[in-house]
T-cell receptor, first 109, second 115 residues
Framework: GQNIDQPTEMTATEGAIVQINCTYQ??????LFWYQQHAGEAPTFLSY??LDGLEEKGRFSSFLSRSKGYSYLLLKELQMKDSASYLC??????????WGAGTKLIIKP | GAVVSQHPSWVICKSGTSVKIECRSL??????MFWYRQFPKQSLMLMAT?????????EQGVEKDKFLINHASLTLSTLTVTSAHPEDSSFYIC???????????FGPGTRLTVL
């Protein structure tokens, strides 16, 4: 079966760094998305990785290792507004999205 | 865990035809389902919110007569793209919010190509 695993909840302190991991087992791989979703709002696009390595975009970076079936989202200089759910989604061989359950990130002052 | 399915996974149709996409919550009840459209490497654009037994609420700019939504039961919502045109080609994703705990679960998406 296809499976995406990410932690259910994480807590971090304002100004700190947090890494949200995502591991996947899917039938094929055509890329991995990270989305941010605030409660009651639509998910917003953060990153798309299809090749191994780290992609940095401002305070957010995303890493992919296809051989390990592993990705992480790194958030630096955390702000209170970063409190949200972070969704990992993999595009499989049929170009379908396989979604993780999301990681709820709580930022404390 | 909770599963949301969509059918079909992909569809190719001629311009002017109508296409129906189904979204089902397989092991939970969903009073509310959401329909999104995804453009490449962009955020999911919320098209409409459907509530079981009532009319859908459409986001600004989404034509309700073109994108017909029916949420006939607690486990099924359908999106019908009427008189589809090539510009409607996109990836349509639904999500369902569990009645029990308000968690939201996403479907695998439907790729629509209009020729």
């Amino acid at each position: 079966g296809q499976n995406i695993d990410q932690p259910t909840e994480m807590t971090a302190t304002e100004g700190a760094i947090v890494q949200i991991n995502c591991t996947y087992q899917t039938s094929g791989f055509n890329g991995l998305f990270w989305y941010q979703q605030h409660a009651g709002e639509a998910p917003t696009f953060l990153s798309y990785n299809v090749l191994d390595g780290l992609e940095e975009k401002g305070r957010f970076s995303s890493f992919l290792s296809r051989s390990k079936g592993y990705s992480y989202l790194l958030l630096k200089e955390l702000q209170m507004k970063d409190s949200a759910s972070y969704l990992c989604a993999v595009v499989d061989s049929n170009y379908q999205l396989i979604w993780g359950a999301g990681t709820k990130l709580i930022i404390k002052p | 865990g909770a599963v949301v399915s969509q059918h079909p996974s992909w569809v190719i149709c001629k311009s002017g035809t109508s296409v129906k996409i189904e979204c089902r919550s397989l092991d939970f009840q969903a009073t509310t389902m959401f329909w999104y459209r995804q453009f490449p490497k962009q955020s999911l654009m919320l098209m409409a919110t459907s509530n079981e037994g009532s009319k859908a609420t459409y986001e600004q700019g989404v034509e309700k007569d073109k994108f017909l939504i029916n949420h006939a039961s607690l486990t099924l919502s359908t999106l019908t793209v009427t008189s589809a045109h090539p510009e409607d080609s996109s990836f349509y994703i639904c999500s369902a919010r569990s009645t029990n705990d308000n968690e939201q679960f996403f479907g695998p998406g439907t790729r629509l190509t209009v020729l």
